[in-house]
């Protein structure tokens, strides 16, 4: 069962950045997805970035593109969120997902498809 460890979360001020690390427990080997998802209070989860473990491939939500970007070091089993030019409205709890993938080369940013996930890491933006 892997086990993922979420960080980098904090207090910044509008217009600030952030980076989020996910440590997964062990080595992404074959077709493994990871992505970040946040939860505002009193809103569903949403979907913000993913990315396929072999090559890197990424699929980043419409609305955060341009100021969210995932990344990956396979070495240190670990995913990034970078978060730039944060607001107020990025406030929530942020979490990362892991999955298998059965092929294919672009990971969805769905809550449906990801059954492992961390505990989160709580993110305020103040204006």
């Known amino acids: 069962q892997v086990q993922l460890v979420e960080s980098g979360g904090g207090s910044v001020q509008t217009g600030g950045s952030l980076r989020l690390s996910c440590k997964a427990s062990q080595y992404a080997d074959g077709n493994v997805c990871m992505a970040w998802f946040r939860q505002g209070p009193g809103q569903e989860r949403e979907g913000l970035a993913s990315i396929y473990s072999p090559t890197g491939r990424t699929n980043v939500l419409k609305s955060v593109k341009g100021r969210f970007a995932i990344s990956q070091d396979s070495a240190e089993n670990t995913v990034y969120l970078q978060m730039n030019n944060l607001k107020p409205e990025d406030t929530a709890r942020y979490h990362c997902?892991?999955?298998?993938?059965?092929?294919?080369?672009?990971?969805?940013?769905?809550?449906?498809?990801?059954?492992?996930w961390g505990q989160g890491t709580e993110v305020n933006v103040s204006s």
């Open positions: 997902a892991w999955e298998r993938t059965p092929g294919g080369t672009m990971c969805p940013i769905a809550v449906a498809f990801y059954e492992t």
